[in-house]
Every structure is written in structure tokens, then in C-alpha cells.
């Protein structure tokens, strides 16, 4: 059985501004705790636009520097990444006595040196050889784009009075290491 | 008078030298003494307030409502011509012309206003007149508080215009002059329509001081003298009498011609029984002067006895509004509020609050998206990085072998012929050679300069044959750094200058000139635009 309560009008009154008063103070803390939840979001956004700019930033010189890198690959006809460390001395010693032979410079000797690792070398290669003088020059100027990467170190170019119309040269000739360059990233020939 | 009497509405004519009283058939005249600003003094105002407590038993409008005549110094008063409209929009049209013809905003007006009926006046057929009067509410405050009475409950209206009650119905020009003590009040009509209302500065006293000074008597008896004035007088008295009244009366008579035109003047308030004859005499012939002959008794004045005959709902009267203007009004007020412009303002408002958090939680996700991939791009950016700086290195780090070579060919003198040429990286270049005299090595050691290639060039040996034919030189140079040296003009692409020039001028180891071999490439041409410059 359910009692009837007999409410006054005050006590109506009392408990409708009580009523007002909780809505009131509801709507003001649900708001403030949105509010709160809405502006950290906000916060966290605002940083993740800055973060973002600052990668813009970061990424804008890198256009030009891909171009630069294409032309250089291009012209030394070399990609660095495609270098198997093992293989590089054997390869460039080859592909210079091939550039050699090819361009008519008798190859007499050769000699392949390792390099400390420490010094960005990986090794050196000293030759000696002989022929017409267009031919060595021709030969000089191919080393650059055999495509390993070749430092000529010194060039001595002597006649040869046994043989006139002959040309002796005297190469060294240092290759640089491009995983040693990946760990320092810092010149070292 | 009895309590039920204390119900009837009360008639009160503020006037300047007294205030007059009437609920039904009571009345009561009440003294009133003033300050020089014009308000009333202390004593007056509190024996006042007993005096209309003792008539009123009780606040003057505590139960009934009251009607007041005031005088009319301080009204204001307009004839304005206004557009047609139904009579509930004219308070409001009238509001907005009282706010631009007046110079205190309507809120701060006590204001009424009467439609002028259309014949005499000149109207058209989408106009009309209206006459308003205007007084500041200020101005009602010390009648109010004498009063004690709520604003509501109290009308104010002008005296001179209620008067006119009491001649009506009158047609044609008429004018009323009510007499004071000290002023009095003139209000002309023409066909019931007040044309004219004026305060001027002569009252009964005027009179009584001529007659005092004339007949060199007390003042009390003067006055008697002027009550007595209806009654014919004879003898000698009677003309000092005349020349006193014609004295005081010519100055009322001036003053009424220059500002009134009507013809028919009627008197009424102190001593203008006796006057009203006289001054007819003093404003010249077509004139006629007319005492209003009413019921006087206390509180009884033609001000009050038209008050209690129109009792504020006949249309000559005109009500002084006390109030603010009522909610209906603001209701209809707010109602023009531009309320679609306010909605859109209210709109932008909450998009300009709304749209920074729209803008994070929409745009987070697309963001977070985009950093995380330039992120994983990382160890790519790496490596251009990394093989950028190694080729960049290994440019750097290229010699200009066959530039060097070129310019020693390009200088040398024709004849000559190099033995051994060494060069390293580091831009030191040694030769030998042999020329034909001195003038050759001099020569070519100019060029060498000249070329801007080498910063130094010397001639470390010169050793002259025996046969005095020849010279061998033995020399030494350093090349510029890349930053500083003199470009090597570019041979013409295609053909073999290095070679050929070498050749040309001398061979090493070999005196014979060859042909060119077209299989060499030239030092700089085959070189990319972006390494020449830098070569």
C-alpha cells in the first residue's frame, strides 16, 4: 500500500529549486568536463600540427637534394647502394683493366692494397702500364664513370725511349667505402 | 465628510499662490507659500500634507482617484500633423515624434495628447492633428509627494485647458483668463481648440497695490475697496479709484492685446468679478470681457468643477501619462527585433566557438595518417642522406688530372717535348721537358700563370746542352683549390683538344706529331653542366 504524501506549497516550491539548482550544477559540470575532454583534444591536435609543419620543413630540402644525387649518380655512373663490400675491390680492379685494355693501355702491373678500415678507404690499387697517349689519356678520363667510386691518388706519365709513341703511366688509385661511410657518415679521403 | 465620501474621486487645481480641493460637494482652498526657486517652502509643505490628510482622512489617493489641474509653466505643448492610423498604433507613432520634437526623451515625459477634430484645421484626407502636452516628470514629483498617492491612481491634466468646460459648448474664438494672486493664465480657443496658452506676470495684487498707493490706505483696506468694486461708487473716491484700476489694468490690457486675438475673453479666479467690466473698457472697443459666474465656494474653482465634470474621460480632456510605458509596448517593441539577424549572429557565434574542436577531431586522424608516413620514410631520407654526402665526397675529392694536362699542352711552345709529367691529389704537378732556348721556357711559364690554374708554377732546373740547342727545364706548380681557380675554358665538343694539343705542340717522349684520335673523349665536355662549373 502506498502511503500518500501531502506535500505543501513551500515544500513544493523548496524542492523545485532544488530540483533547478542540481539540473543547473549537472549542466555546468557535464559542460566543464566536456569542455576539459574537448580542449585537450585539441591541445593534442594543435602539437600534431606543429610536428607536422616542422616535417614539412625538414622534408622541403630534400627535393633538391634528389635531383643533385640523380645527376651525380649519372655522371660517376655509380650507385652506392647497390655496392657489395666483399666484391668492390675485385669488381673495380677488373672493370680497370678491362677500361684499360679496352682503351689500349697495356696493363704490366698491379697491385691491390687494404686499407685500414678506419680511414674511409677500403683499399688501393697501384698500376703501371704503357701505350699510345691518347690511349692513357682516354684511360684517365674513363676512371671516373667505371662506376665504383675512385679516387685517383697521384698520375705519373713518362715517355718511354725504348719504345717512341709509347706513354708510361703510373697510376694509385684509392677506393673509398661506402659501408664505412654508412656507420660515420663522415669524410675521410 | 463621511467615510463614504472619502471614496469619491478628489479635484485638485495645483495653482501657484493656493491649491484648491473638491470631493464631491467638500472643498477646501489651501495657501501656498513658495521659495524663490519657485518650490515650496518646509512649512508650507508640512502644514500641506496635514491639511490634506485632515480633507482626505487619510492619503489624499489612497482609495479613490484623483484628478489634478496644474498651471502652465513648464508644459510644453505641440500641434503635430501625423499619417492616419488605428488608434492603437498612434501612442506609439506618437512616441517616436514626441523622442525628435522634444528635447527630453518621451520615458522622462509626463505626456498626453487629444485628437484636433478635422474642420478648421488644416489636414488632408491621410493626416491628422494632434495637439500634445508635455512636462517633465520631474516637475510632477512635489505634487506626487505632497499627494503620497501611487502614479497610477493620479491624473494630471492643464487647468486652462479644463476650464474651457465650463463655457462649453462655445464656438468661434474665445479666450480664458484666470486670475491669480500674483500671475495669471490665459488660454485662447478657436472652435474649442486651443490655439494659445500664457503665463503673464500680473495678478490681483497689481490692483490692490494701485489702489493702496492711490488712495493711501492699509493694504486690508484696499482690498476691501477692490471686493466692493462691483457696487457702484460715487464722490471723489471713485475716481482716484478709476485711475488706480486704470493703472494696473492698462498693463493687463497690453499684455492680453499683443498675444491674444480673441474677442471674448471669459474671467475667472480672484477679484475678476470686479475687474472683468474695467478691463473690457482698457482692451479698447470690439472686446468683451465676461465673468464666468459659477458656484463659488471653497475648493470650488473653474479649474476643479470641470475637473469633477469631465472626470478625465471627455475628449477636450487631455491625461498627463506618469507611467513608463506599459509591457504591451515593449511586447510590441521587441516583437520588430531583428530576430532572424540575431539568430544568425547567435548561429556564428557558436560555429567561431565550435568549429576550432570540429576542425581537431576531423582533421586528427588525416594528420596522424600523414606523419606516420613520412615517419616509416625515414631510414629512405637516411640514405639520400647518406649517399648524398658520399658522392658529394667523392666529387669533391676528384682531381683535374687532364685540365692540368690540358693547359700544359694549351702553353707549351711548339717544339717542346715533356719527358715525365706526376701529379697528385693534393695539386702538386711536376714536369720535365725540353724547349729549344730560354725565351720558350719564359714564355711558357707566362701561359701557366696567365692560365689563373696554378698558384704557383717554378722552374726548379734549366740546364742549356751542349750544342747550345736545347734546354732541359725541370718544374714544379700547385694547382689552385676547385673554390678558387680559373675554369679551364671548355674545349669544342667532339673533338679531342687534350690529345690533339699535346700532340701538337709536343709529345711525350716522342718529337712526332700524330693525328688525332677521335676516340678520347674532351676533358670537359663530356663532363655534366652541374661538375663543370666546379672542376
Known amino acids: 500500500m502506498i502511503a500518500k504524501i501531502s506535500i505543501s506549497e513551500k515544500d513544493r516550491k523548496t524542492l523545485r529549486f532544488g530540483a533547478i539548482a542540481i539540473a543547473f550544477y549537472l549542466a555546468l559540470f557535464i559542460g566543464f568536463k566536456v569542455y576539459q575532454s574537448m580542449e585537450a583534444r585539441r591541445k593534442s591536435y594543435l602539437l600534431l600540427r606543429e610536428e607536422a609543419t616542422r616535417a614539412q620543413f625538414e622534408l622541403q630540402p630534400y627535393k633538391d637534394k634528389v635531383l643533385v644525387l640523380k645527376t651525380l649518380m649519372e655522371s660517376f655512373k655509380l650507385d652506392p647502394g647497390k655496392l657489395s663490400r666483399p666484391l668492390v675491390v675485385a669488381e673495380t680492379s677488373a672493370a680497370i683493366q678491362k677500361s684499360a685494355s679496352s682503351g689500349g693501355v697495356m696493363l704490366a702491373q698491379v697491385r691491390e692494397t687494404q686499407s685500414r678500415s678506419s680511414s674511409g678507404e677500403l683499399a688501393t690499387i697501384q698500376m703501371e702500364g704503357a701505350g699510345p697517349l691518347l690511349a692513357v689519356l682516354g684511360f684517365l678520363h674513363h676512371l671516373d664513370s667505371l662506376g665504383y667510386p675512385l679516387i685517383l691518388d697521384s698520375v705519373a706519365i713518362n715517355s718511354d725511349p725504348a719504345k717512341p709513341g709509347t706513354t708510361k703511366i703510373s697510376l694509385s688509385i684509392i677506393l673509398l667505402d661506402f659501408e664505412q661511410w654508412k656507420k660515420e657518415g663522415t669524410p675521410r679521403a | ?535
Open chain 2, 1 to 535: 465628510m463621511t467615510k463614504n465620501q472619502a471614496n469619491l474621486p478628489l479635484f485638485i487645481e495645483f495653482g501657484t499662490d493656493s491649491w484648491h480641493l473638491l470631493r464631491g460637494a467638500d472643498g477646501i482652498d489651501l495657501p501656498v507659500d513658495r521659495l524663490e526657486n519657485g518650490h515650496l517652502t518646509t512649512a508650507c509643505k508640512e502644514s500641506l500634507q496635514a491639511a490634506l490628510l485632515r480633507f482626505s482622512m487619510g492619503p489624499p489617493g489612497g482609495e479613490g482617484a484623483v484628478y489634478c489641474g496644474i498651471p502652465a509653466r513648464g508644459v510644453s505643448w505641440r500641434r503635430l500633423i501625423l499619417p492616419r492610423c488605428s488608434p492603437q498604433d498612434l501612442p506609439g507613432i506618437l512616441k517616436l515624434q514626441i523622442e525628435s520634437e522634444f528635447p527630453v526623451h518621451p520615458d522622462h515625459l509626463a505626456w498626453g495628447w487629444r485628437t484636433i477634430p478635422p474642420t478648421g484645421i488644416k489636414e488632408s484626407g491621410r493626416s491628422q492633428e494632434i495637439l500634445v502636452l508635455a512636462i517633465k516628470k520631474s516637475a510632477l514629483d512635489e505634487f506626487l509627494e505632497m499627494l503620497g498617492a501611487r502614479p497610477g491612481l493620479v491624473q494630471f491634466s492643464l487647468s486652462g485647458l479644463a476650464r474651457f468646460e465650463m463655457i462649453s459648448p462655445v464656438s468661434g474664438s474665445c479666450a480664458i483668463l484666470d486670475v491669480g494672486k500674483h500671475d495669471a493664465e490665459i488660454v485662447a480657443f478657436q472652435d474649442a481648440v486651443p490655439e494659445l496658452i500664457r503665463n503673464l506676470s500680473w495678478g490681483s495684487d497689481r490692483v490692490v497695490s494701485a489702489l493702496q498707493e492711490e488712495l493711501g490706505s492699509a493694504r486690508s483696506e484696499a482690498e476691501e475697496t477692490l471686493a466692493r468694486l462691483a457696487e457702484e461708487l460715487d464722490g471723489p473716491q471713485a475716481a482716484r479709484i478709476d485711475s488706480a484700476l486704470s493703472k494696473a489694468l492698462i498693463l493687463l490690457a497690453d499684455q492680453i492685446r499683443r498675444i491674444c486675438s480673441s474677442k471674448v475673453i471669459y474671467l475667472t479666479g480672484q477679484s475678476s468679478r470686479e475687474i472683468a467690466p474695467e478691463l473690457g473698457q482698457y482692451l479698447g472697443p470690439g472686446f468683451e470681457c465676461r465673468w464666468m459666474d459659477l458656484a463659488m465656494g471653497p475648493g470650488k474653482t473653474a479649474a476643479t468643477l470641470s475637473l469633477q465634470k469631465l472626470e478625465g474621460g471627455e475628449p477636450g480632456f487631455i491625461s498627463l501619462k506618469t507611467e513608463s510605458p506599459t509591457p504591451v509596448r515593449k511586447i510590441k517593441k521587441t516583437a520588430h527585433l531583428p530576430v532572424k539577424w540575431m539568430v544568425l549572429a547567435a548561429v556564428l557565434m557558436l560555429l567561431v566557438v565550435v568549429l576550432p574542436f570540429l576542425e581537431a577531431g576531423l582533421r586528427t586522424p588525416t594528420l596522424r595518417r600523414s606523419l606516420e608516413t613520412v615517419r616509416s620514410k625515414g631510414p629512405v631520407l637516411s640514405a639520400i642522406d647518406r649517399q648524398y654526402g658520399f658522392l658529394q665526397n667523392l666529387k669533391k675529392n676528384q682531381s683535374p688530372y687532364l685540365d692540368a694536362i690540358y693547359l700544359l699542352a694549351q702553353s707549351a711552345p711548339q717544339g717542346t717535348k715533356f719527358e715525365s709529367i706526376t701529379m697528385n691529389r693534393r695539386g702538386d704537378l711536376a714536369f720535365r721537358g725540353v724547349m729549344k732556348d730560354v725565351n720558350q721556357v719564359a714564355e711558357f711559364r707566362s701561359k701557366l700563370i696567365d692560365s689563373g690554374f696554378f698558384s704557383t708554377v717554378a722552374f726548379d732546373e734549366q740546364t742549356t746542352s751542349a750544342d747550345r740547342q736545347k734546354i732541359t727545364v725541370r718544374g714544379t706548380a700547385q694547382w689552385k683549390p676547385s673554390s678558387s681557380r680559373k675554369a679551364v675554358s671548355s674545349p669544342s665538343p667532339g673533338t679531342n683538344a687534350v690529345g690533339t694539343n699535346l700532340l701538337k705542340t709536343s709529345a711525350i717522349g716522342s718529337k712526332t706529331n700524330q693525328p688525332a684520335n677521335t676516340n678520347i673523349p674532351a676533358t670537359n665536355a663530356v663532363l655534366p653542366p652541374v661538375i663543370e662549373g666546379k672542376r
